[in-house]
Structures are given as C-alpha cells and as structure tokens.
C-alpha cells in the first residue's frame, strides 16, 4: 500500500469516527453503542460527499450528486416531513417520484430571464438519475449506521428505456470542421480521435503530450476519471498537428495548460480554456453546420470515437483501456452497431 493510500484511509477513518461522535453528542448518547439515529439529512448529505471526494471520485460526479440532491431530493423529502435519515420509508420514495414527475423539469433561465415557462414533464433517464442518486445515499448512510435497513434501497427504480446513444456522421463532423478556426478544428480532431472525457481534455498540459517512449506517440491523461491516469495513444496525423500547434499557433504565454483562450482585454495573458468554454464552442459550431439535434456535445464525440474504433476492429480491451472505463461492461454502454454495420453482410452467417 502506497503512502497516499494511508493517508487517505486514515482521512476516511477519522472523518468516521468524528462524524459518529458528533452525532452522539448531538442526539445525547454518550453510553450507548446502537446504531445512532437522528441525523440530519444535510449533515449526512454533507459527510457523503466529503467521503466521495476522499474516495477519488472525480469532481464532475460529486457536482451532479449535490445539485440533484439539493436541487430536487431534498426539498421533496422535507414537503413530506422527512428531516432525518432514520425517517425515510419506502412510501417517501414513491411520493417524491410522483413530485417530480408532477412537477416536471425546472424552469430554464438566461441571464436573469426565464425562457421555459411551459410545463415540460421529467424524461425517464432523469426520474432514474434521482433515484439512483437518492438509492446510493441511502446505502452510504446504512453502511455508517445512521438509520435501520427498512428496504427503501431496494425500492425498484423508474424503468428507463434502451437507446442507441447519439453519434455523429461523418458528414456532420466534416461540416463542423469546415466552420472552425485552426484552434477548435484541433480541440474537434482531438475529441474524435481520442474518445477524451470534457474534464480530461481541459486538464491538459503542454507537458502531457509525449514524444519520448519508442512505440509512440501518447497523450498522458493525468486528471482521469476517478483520478485514473492513463496513457492515450495518438495517431501520426494528430501527433502532427499538436505539435504544429504548439510550436507555432498556440499564444505565447506563461500558462501551461495545452488550450488556451485566443482572445482577451489587452495586455490579458490568455487563460486555460474552461469546460463551459468548450461546450460552447461546439455548440456554436453545430449550429454553423446545421447539426440538427439536442446532443451536439463533447461527449457525442467520445460516442462516436468509440463506435468508430468498434467498427475498425479495435478489441473492447484496447477500447476500455482508451477510455479510461474499468470494466467492460462501461464499453458496451458507449458501444453500438449502426444499422449498416448490423445490415452489411447479413446473408453470410446463415447462407448454406
């Protein structure tokens, strides 16, 4: 076991014992050893989350957990009386379903303005996403003793619907390109021929492109999911590109991050380019290209990286290292047969 390993198990140890003890004092056991109830809700919310983050899960996760968690969960428990963990019944569950699919989604707002003011119902991949949230809390708690196993995690959740995920065709990604400046032709290149995570592709160093190992060039991913780092192999015609971009059009400045904002207020050095930056220069870019769609995203790119290497012969082993996904069963959610490929050649497996 490693050093940092140590520490973080002795993080994870005493942020256990000093939650238990507080909650001892707070609901006035001193003696006695049961399992402790009365805890609040946003305390152990809170203490859920810091154990997520000793845990190494990645910052995006811990975001989505929160908002829903505050968001929506939270506020429906407490319509119901709820304030504490120890009083979620399986009945709570199902009513805080019915809330938000009476509700619906939450209205939109831009710059101030609210843009959505129809009621618009909840998908069924968002009514599953709370409950999946709501589930893993539950259990947390259970494993810390904060309440008695009264089923609700096993409380079946909202059935959702398979779907082939969004992938782009290639006319649609040489549109695209076509609409982008050399920076962001480079960044949509990257994204296609990588499978990179929005998160991964941000937390790039100039550093992190490397030269120096004899089978190849590679992209060393350092800020993975889960804190994972990886080894992403690059193409000659990607390896060409970065390096003339960073010889010769990427601005010259102190920052060390690989993408860096083109355009500031004068005498502004440029600075790392953020996650919300990328999301809408893509955006951007799709409409340019009239890519019809709610999915033009970075993520469509890594969908459509992942089907293109499947269907060029790539093994899910390769493909799963790539990705940064620890089991197979991870591949297979980004991995699909287009229709072609399932249609080409069919007569070939039952021709006699």
């Known amino acids: ?45 809170q203490n859920w989350l810091t154990e997520l983050r000793l845990s190494n899960r990645s910052q995006t996760t811990i975001d989505w957990y929160r908002d829903l968690f505050l968001g929506r969960i939270l506020p429906g428990l407490k319509r119901q009386g709820v304030l ?35 009621h618009s119902p909840l998908t069924p991949s968002s009514l599953h996403a709370y409950h999946r949230v709501l589930r893993a809390f539950y259990r947390w708690c259970l494993s810390e003793g904060f309440c008695q196993d009264r089923g609700v995690g096993s409380v079946k959740s909202p059935k959702q619907p398979s779907s082939e995920p969004r992938v782009f065709t290639a006319t649609e990604v040489e549109a695209m390109l076509r609409a ?47 804190s994972k780092q990886r080894a992403v192999p690059l193409t000659t015609s990607l390896t060409r590109k970065l390096r003339q971009y960073i010889s010769r059009d990427r601005p010259a400045t102190r920052i060390t991050a690989l993408f860096v904002t083109e355009h500031g207020r004068a005498g502004e050095e440029p600075r790392p380019l953020s996650r919300n930056a990328v999301e809408l220069l893509i955006r951007r870019l799709g409409r340019r290209a009239s890519v019809d769609g709610n999915r033009v995203s970075p993520h469509t790119f890594r969908h459509t990286f992942a089907t293109r290497a499947v269907s060029a012969g790539m093994d899910p082993i390769r493909l799963q290292r790539v990705l940064g996904h620890t089991t197979l069963t991870m591949v297979s ?8 490929d399932l249609l080409r050649g069919w007569d070939r497996y039952f021709d006699t």
């Open 1 to 45: 076991m490693s050093v940092g390993q140590v520490d973080t198990n002795f993080q994870k140890g005493c942020l256990k014992m000093a939650t238990r003890a507080a909650i001892r004092v707070t609901a006035g056991e001193r003696e006695d050893p049961s399992p402790t109830t009365g805890v609040l809700l946003e305390h152990a919310l």
């Open 333 to 340: 959610r980004y991995v699909h047969f287009g229709k072609s």
């Open 84 to 118: 504490t963990v120890d009083q979620i019944r399986r009945e709570h569950v199902r009513e805080l379903r019915e809330q938000l699919q009476r509700e619906g989604r939450r209205p939109r707002y831009r710059f101030g303005q609210r843009v959505r003011s129809e």
């Open 180 to 226: 982008a400046t050399p920076r962001d032709r480079l960044i949509l290149e990257l994204l296609l021929g990588t499978g990179l995570r929005l998160s991964e592709l941000c937390g790039l160093q100039v550093s992190d492109f490397r030269l120096d190992h004899p089978d190849g060039p590679y992209l060393d991913v350092r800020v993975g999911k889960g």
